[in-house]
């Protein structure tokens, strides 16, 4: 018998749309809880449905990646019928999710001050670009432009090239698991004092913080990081991708005896006894001496028998491709690919929750059609009848 969902029974409103709020509130779906999505019928719904290149009928596998397990209901904020809806379901949730721009919670009574005299135990979280305060409160922000805001761009790529992103959406992705473990907090302490709160999250503010050591350097001793060949490591040396005869390897010396090891394992031990190489310091000092003999040596061989000798010695991995990575047996033996059966898609593969513990839901349901759970939600969660739905559709609270 599997066990119960581990956040079965708490209910959320999600407000939210594209990528970093939905990747956030999937992981919430993925151990459980009621995830209500409310989108607005005026803007077609969430903007995620139209991603291109995989698109049908207002959904896309861009939509299915952020959204399985959820329902979707209507709901024009806009109107006084469809504002009433929304607060009795604040008064049955547990929290309320959005990640509009920061200015906006609070101007559209989304926040703990508007919210919190229908539900006074209710969380409202907020995920934005630049938060709640400060001169860029009111701006638009996403994942590209907050890491050239947050200063990624700058120590990515080669020291010749331009600044370059992360390849995928690293502080939008970043933001989400933020933004709900600060949800979560809110709720664990509304569980204790009854009393909910706003948890106020952005997208820079989780890319600052994940400056982390570069920042404690900078700010405590002018260091200024930049962009290093191949990779490497801003001070651990060796720790880099190094070229192999048929592709790529990477290599990370934290511990002296990993670089021992390896140069061990190239049959090249006097590396290690060399007193310009034999420790972290003399190594960064004599990089530019040191990195050409390795690159030598690893362009010898082929990166299967570099992996073969080194495993478990050195920490090492291939470059692998996007596919190569999702067929690596340790992420298949992780079971980190689901499926999930839709109606048009069919069998859609995902990547799975990485959290793993008991209950995690391992055949969720596929993410929504707009508004498909509307009817449901009114019925089942708030009690409404059938003729009090009929007049609500009848005043435009669910849209045209």
């Known amino acids: 018998m599997s066990a119960r969902p581990p956040l079965e029974g708490v209910r959320i409103l999600a407000i939210s749309q594209f990528g970093a709020g939905p990747f956030g509130t999937t992981v919430l779906a993925d151990m459980g ?78 926040d703990y001050e508007a919210l919190g005299v229908i539900n006074e135990k209710v969380v409202c979280c907020s995920l934005s670009g630049f938060g709640s305060t400060g001169p860029r409160a009111s701006e638009p922000g996403y994942d590209h432009l907050i890491q050239a805001y947050a200063g990624y761009m700058s120590i990515t790529g080669e020291p010749e ?9 690293v502080i939008d992705f970043a933001g989400g698991y933020v933004s709900v473990l600060g949800l979560m907090i809110g709720l664990f302490d509304a569980q204790r004092t009854g009393i909910g709160r706003n948890v106020d999250v952005s997208l820079l503010d989780t890319g600052i913080a994940m400056l982390s ?24 040396i ?22 021992e090891n390896l140069v061990g394992a190239m049959g090249r031990p006097e590396l290690a006894t060399d007193p310009r190489f034999s420790n972290f310091a003399g190594r960064l000092e004599n990089r530019d001496i040191l990195i050409p003999e390795l690159e030598k040596e690893f362009a010898r061989r082929d990166t299967s028998d570099w992996l073969d000798d ?67 939600v009114l019925l089942d969660v708030l009690g409404y009848s059938n003729e009090r739905v009929l007049a609500l559709r009848s005043e435009g609270a669910f849209g045209g």
């Open 310 to 376: 080194l495993r478990g010695t050195v920490p090492c991995a291939p470059v692998n491709s996007v596919a190569d990575a999702l067929q690596d047996p340790q992420v298949l033996a992780r079971k980190m690919i689901l499926e999930v059966e839709h109606p048009e898609y069919g069998t859609v593969r995902q990547v799975a929750s990485p959290i793993k513990t008991d209950g995690v839901i391992e055949r969720p349901a596929p993410g929504p059609a707009l508004g498909q759970h509307t009817d449901e």
């Open 33 to 110: 809880a009621e995830v209500i999505k409310i989108e607005d019928p005026g803007a077609g719904g969430d903007v995620a449905r139209y991603v291109p290149p995989f698109e049908i009928d207002r959904d896309s596998l861009y939509f299915q990646s952020f959204n399985r397990g959820k329902k979707s209901i209507t709901l024009d904020l806009r109107t006084g019928s469809g504002r009433a809806v929304l607060h009795d379901l604040v008064g049955a949730s547990d929290g309320v999710y959005n990640n509009l721009r920061g200015d906006l919670p609070a101007k559209l009574g989304l």
């Open 213 to 236: 050591y570069f920042a404690a350097w900078n700010l405590n001793r002018e260091w200024e990081p930049a962009r290093t060949r191949n990779s490497s490591h801003q001070t651990l």
């Open 161 to 169: 090239a331009p600044p370059a992103k992360c390849g995928v959406s």
């Open 238 to 259: 060796p720790s880099q991708n190094f070229r192999t005869r048929d592709g790529w390897i990477v290599v990370f010396c934290a511990k002296e005896k990993f670089y």
